[in-house]
């Protein structure tokens, strides 16, 4: 019978072995299925992404903590600090895209006529300095 409460270190190993599971099960799910799974990912509030980036904001400062009392560098911190940071942004941008992601997941009530084929769009990349 497993532990029920792992040590953190197990529990940190465990969440990573299930999110490469997830990653597989993206990979080969249907449109619907890899739409419905983004959408819990990518939700800042309750998705994985937002609950990393507190994760990572929580090392940060446990980083501050050491970095003052001379046991870490201070590039830790600070590489820390920035990565909490940067997840953070592209939570933010990400977010706007959620809602949208995720009604691909839903199904679509039944329309009399047949479904229109989908345009592409054009890929338009932006880049923050």
Do not use: C
């Amino acid at each position: 019978m497993p532990d029920p409460n792992p040590s953190p270190v197990q529990l940190a190993g465990d969440i990573a072995r299930q999110l490469s599971q997830l990653t597989q099960h993206l990979s080969q799910s249907p449109p619907h299925e890899a739409a419905q799974i983004l959408g819990k990912v990518l939700d800042y509030d309750e998705g994985i992404l937002g609950r990393v980036t507190a994760l990572v904001a929580t090392g940060s400062r446990f980083a501050q903590d050491l970095s003052q009392h001379g046991v870490l560098p201070p590039e830790v911190w600070l590489a820390l600090g920035r990565a909490a940071n940067e997840l953070d942004s592209v939570g933010a941008d990400l977010d706007e895209h959620t809602d949208t992601i995720k009604q691909l997941g839903t199904p679509s009530p039944p329309t009399s006529s047949p479904p229109s084929k989908p345009m592409a769009a054009a890929m338009v990349v932006r880049r923050r300095r």
